[in-house]
């Protein structure tokens, strides 16, 4: 597929919801033909990401802050502080399914209400859990971390047809200073590394917002600048 194969709808501008003093805009995958794998996993490679069933990219009038990251997972070397946290972390369980679970729900609905209590997602509702996270475009992985018998976090992920894309992740509150956002990452390069996966995409990194800051932490690297992949080493 090439760029002149298809049709892309455009926003409106509207405020910006990860910096405030800039005005946003989106491209939408509108054309139906992009309704399934194989034209997610290209997309993703254009600079692309998912809401729902919704495939967007930012395309905004002043600002390009926002930076497409993919970890190259057949390189990629813990730093020191991420090896003391799967230390730390060893006593949890992960599980995992390819369902999106009703049961995941309460976990949701208070991580968005105490962590994001100031985000465009507050208050979490059902409906909104369901239209955000689940999707019919691709195999979806759900990498559930568990502390004895009590859920404390879910990573919601996508499998392209070469990389896991991290879709978003949502945990205990309670467990903040168990890093679990940060774990979840850890653990999607490991299931990318055993099934032979080469890359774990995180979304868009923007320096300049706290909430989106923490994704060029894991080494080395991919960004998206100017239409090409320009690796990043330590």
Same mark, same amino acid.
């Given at each position: 597929?090439?760029?002149?194969?298809?049709?892309?709808?455009?926003?409106?501008?509207?405020?910006?919801?990860?910096?405030?003093?800039?005005?946003?805009?989106?491209?939408?995958?509108?054309?139906?033909r992009?309704?399934?794998?194989?034209? @997610?996993?290209?997309?993703?490679?254009?600079?692309f990401?998912?809401?729902?069933?919704?495939? @967007?990219?930012?395309?905004?009038?002043?600002?390009?802050?926002?930076?497409?990251?993919?970890?190259?997972?057949d390189?990629? /070397?813990?730093?020191?502080?991420?090896k003391?946290?799967l230390?730390?972390?060893?006593?949890?369980?992960?599980?995992?399914?390819?369902?999106?679970?009703?049961?995941? @729900?309460?976990?949701?609905?208070?991580?968005?209400?105490?962590?994001?209590?100031?985000?465009?997602? @507050?208050?979490?509702?059902?409906?909104?859990?369901?239209?955000?996270?689940?999707?019919?475009? /691709?195999?979806?992985?759900?990498?559930?971390?568990?502390?004895?018998?009590?859920?404390? /976090?879910?990573?919601?992920?996508?499998?392209?047809?070469?990389?896991?894309?991290?879709?978003?992740?949502?945990?205990?509150?309670d467990?903040?200073?168990?890093?679990?956002?940060?774990?979840?990452?850890?653990?999607?390069?490991?299931?990318?590394?055993?099934?032979?996966?080469?890359?774990?995409?995180?979304?868009?990194q923007?320096?300049?917002c706290?909430?989106?800051?923490?994704?060029?932490?894991?080494?080395?690297?991919?960004?998206?600048?100017?239409?090409?992949?320009?690796?990043?080493?330590?």
């Amino acid at each position: 597929m090439s760029s002149s194969d298809f049709k892309l709808g455009i926003t409106k501008t509207f405020p910006c919801n990860y910096l405030p003093e800039e005005q946003e805009r989106l491209l939408i995958a509108v054309d139906d033909r992009f309704q399934n794998n194989d034209s @997610y996993t290209w997309l993703m490679t254009q600079g692309f990401r998912r809401s729902g069933n919704q495939i @967007y990219r930012p395309h905004c009038p002043s600002c390009n802050a926002c930076q497409s990251i993919r970890v190259l997972v057949d390189s990629f /070397s813990p730093s020191r502080s991420q090896k003391r946290l799967l230390k730390r972390s060893s006593h949890f369980v992960l599980k995992k399914s390819t369902e999106l679970k009703d049961d995941y @729900y309460p976990l949701y609905e208070k991580y968005i209400n105490t962590v994001h209590a100031d985000g465009a997602m @507050y208050p979490a509702s059902y409906q909104q859990f369901k239209n955000f996270l689940a999707c019919k475009i /691709s195999e979806q992985l759900f990498i559930e971390t568990w502390d004895k018998e009590k859920l404390i /976090s879910v990573a919601v992920t996508d499998k392209l047809e070469n990389a896991l894309s991290a879709v978003y992740t949502f945990y205990h509150p309670d467990y903040r200073k168990s890093a679990l956002g940060i774990l979840s990452i850890l653990n999607q390069i490991r299931i990318c590394a055993e099934i032979k996966l080469p890359y774990l995409y995180l979304g868009y990194q923007i320096d300049n917002c706290q909430k989106m800051n923490y994704k060029d932490r894991y080494f080395p690297y991919e960004k998206l600048t100017e239409n090409n992949w320009l690796i990043v080493n330590k």
